[in-house]
């Protein structure tokens, strides 16, 4: 008896002394304190980590992932100091997004009070499956959704949404719809017997192919339709794989129509791709109708210029901004065309991952999606908002839904317009200065938004006819190749660079897009994206100044 006493006095004061590594349950000013303290300990430890380069630390990435693979399970208990100073030093090698010398990809910083509400949920654990366990970070998905269903042009009292787990998941939920859409709802409970047809652009995001693969109909239904020089998806080629699909007697589930392709910022054509789509159920007299699905993960915040007066332009952006956002807007403005948006807040909402919205247009749809409660018999007995009936996550955080709302309430239209305004005359700046050099082509001057892609040829080689040849004469095949080595040779030039604490991060593509011949390599290409309020003409002259001494320095050697 008296070891039980000893035993259960010792387990007593090891959860005594556990309880302070929580935030308290009630005010206490003493725990409190220590709760801020630490994550301010957290704060300033990272903040060290901070010098010159875009990258947190030294820069260099030692990662050492066979040891990790021999990791074991502590037996002890540490302390927090320990473990935040652990934390700290897993920061290393971070990118800084919102660093000038950062142009990596659409990747933004996110807003301070998006990163409180990233803490709220750390804090209290909301899980939207119900507002049972979420409390006003129910409100918080429901308000979001309102306020960027009235944005993009849904009517608010018909549509809804919800917040899933990333761009792809957005992509998942447009296409199971418009799969139950064709099975009347039966897939849910019976599963798909039948080949049925997903169309995506050939350079839309690769996550349309786990999406194909993960719903169950395979890749293989999974039709590529080319794309323009534009990197827009092709109408006659969408046509014509439509109508042979339909004319074969296969049904087409979805329509995926990109609105800001993430390697060149190509734009669909979505009110076209609608119309098509509408003239086909009536020329073959189809009994569903396919489900078009807009992936504007990127391309939804140029929404906020829908009601921009340019002729004005209260916000003083130059003539070239200005035409770059309205050709861009031109597509964007169509987006209530869509029977489902994907939106992304972690990439042109500075908000912080995961912060992804699948927006619809008939919320009624969702019940395409629903199982009854009585399957779930422990969940949804109070309350009165209860997603979870209709989505494929049982855990759904509620950090996305606030962190969204925050940066919606923070920066309103004008903040939207500012920064995403921003971006684009940097870029556009960029432009302008990378085609004042022959050896330099641009290859995606013909679309208007943050990021761009560009090729260096070696002295000698005619910048414009060499890209012509790469993408139309097989015989250049071989040259395509070495213009391909060539370039990632100065993109690791510029690399090495950076790690010294000079010039710009960019990143790199292998495949800006393929060569229009059979069995045709790819062509890839240097690219920045830039996304941070502090890039600046500095910045962007650094880019360019880069670029042509990694040049000049491959010439010497």
């Avoid at 890749?219 to 534009?230: E, Q, Y």
């Avoid at 609105?259 to 073959?284: K, N, P, Q, S, W």
């Avoid at 309020?533 to 650094?542: Q, R």
């Amino acid at each position: 008896m008296e070891v039980e006493r000893k035993q259960r006095r010792h387990y007593s004061d090891v959860l005594d002394h556990l309880k302070t590594y929580f935030p308290s349950p009630v005010s206490d000013p003493i725990m409190d304190g220590y709760f801020v303290h630490s994550v301010s300990r957290f704060l300033d430890q990272v903040d060290g980590l901070k010098s010159a380069l875009p990258l947190l630390g030294s820069g260099v990435k030692n990662s050492h992932y066979e040891a990790s693979q021999q990791a074991v399970f502590p037996e002890g208990i540490s302390s927090v100091e320990e473990v935040t100073g652990m934390l700290a030093d897993y920061c290393q090698g971070m990118t800084i997004w919102s660093h000038p010398s950062a142009q990596v990809n659409v990747i933004p910083p996110p807003t301070i009070p998006s990163i409180t509400a990233f803490i709220a949920a750390a804090l209290y654990n909301p899980n939207i499956i119900s507002d049972e366990y979420s409390g006003r970070f129910s409100e918080a998905e429901i308000q979001s959704i309102a306020m960027l269903s009235g944005l993009v042009g849904y009517d608010p009292q018909q549509s809804g949404g919800l917040f899933t787990f990333g761009g792809t998941g957005t992509i998942l939920y447009g296409c199971k719809l418009g799969i139950e859409k064709i099975l009347g709802g039966k897939g849910m409970q019976e599963g798909i017997r039948e080949d049925i047809k997903i169309f995506s652009s050939d350079v839309s995001h690769y996550s349309r192919l786990n999406v194909a693969a993960w719903l169950g109909l395979g890749m293989k239904n999974l039709i590529a339709v080319p794309s323009t020089s534009n990197n827009e998806m092709s109408l006659s080629a969408l046509e014509d794989a439509l109508r042979a699909t339909l004319n074969q007697g296969h049904k087409v589930a979805v329509i995926i129509a990109t609105l800001g392709t993430t390697d060149a910022f190509g734009i669909d054509d979505l009110a076209a791709i609608v119309h098509l789509r509408d003239c086909l159920v009536d020329e073959y007299r189809l009994d569903y109708v396919p489900h078009v699905h807009a992936d504007a993960v990127i391309g939804w915040a140029w929404a906020v210029f829908r009601d921009y007066d340019f002729d004005d332009n209260p916000l003083g952006f130059h003539a070239r901004t200005l035409r770059s956002l309205t050709d861009s807007l031109e597509r964007i403005d169509s987006l209530q065309m869509a029977d489902s948006i994907g939106i992304d807040l972690h990439k042109t909402g500075y908000a912080p991952y995961i912060s992804s919205v699948f927006l619809i247009k008939d919320r009624s749809s969702l019940a395409l999606l629903s199982r009854a409660p009585e399957q779930m018999p422990y969940l949804y007995q109070v309350g009165h908002y209860h997603p979870g009936i209709y989505t494929l996550e049982c855990s759904r955080s509620g950090a996305g839904a606030l962190a969204t709302l925050a940066s919606i309430r923070l920066l309103g239209k004008k903040g939207y317009r500012v920064l995403i305004g921003h971006n684009v005359e940097m870029a556009e700046m960029l432009r302008e200065r990378l085609e004042r050099h022959a050896c330099i082509y641009v290859l995606n001057d013909y679309n208007y938004g943050p990021v761009t892609l560009f090729r260096i040829y070696p002295p000698g080689v005619d910048a414009g006819e060499a890209l012509r040849r790469e993408l139309n004469d097989p015989d250049y095949r071989n040259q395509l190749l070495e213009h391909n080595r060539y370039n990632r040779r100065i993109f690791d030039l510029i690399c090495e660079r950076v790690m010294q604490g000079e010039g710009v991060l960019l990143s790199w593509t292998l495949a800006y897009r393929y060569a229009n011949y059979p069995e045709a390599p790819a062509i890839a290409a240097l690219k920045s994206f830039i996304m941070s309020p502090w890039t600046d003409l500095k910045a962007i002259d650094s880019v360019v100044d880069q670029v042509m001494e990694a040049r000049e320095q491959i010439a010497c050697s």
